[in-house]
């Protein structure tokens, strides 16, 4: 049995729309939980923003860009 190129295309798309999905689900979770409500406390709205920009910064931390410029920059070094 021959696997062919565009069979392997195929299901590298496939693979990309499912994360793709995955990962909007996530983010739209997470945004509905970090979310201002108007009868929110103050003690409240304080957490759900402290909470957006940990979020933020975790996917800036987590960020492909980020990690393909530390590999560039430690094959650099090396």
Not at 17 to 37: G, I, K, L, P, S
Not at 56 to 76: D, K, Q, R, Y
Request: hydrophobic share 55%.
């Amino acid at each position: 049995m021959k696997i062919r190129k565009e069979e392997l295309r195929a299901d590298e798309q496939q693979a990309r729309h499912e994360m793709a999905e995955w990962t909007a689900q996530r983010y739209r979770t997470f945004n509905d939980w970090v979310a201002f409500r108007e009868g929110d406390p103050i003690w409240l709205l304080v957490a759900k923003i402290t909470a957006r920009f940990l979020g933020i910064a975790i996917m800036v931390i987590l960020s492909p860009f980020v990690v393909i410029g530390l590999i560039i920059a430690f094959a650099a070094v090396l």
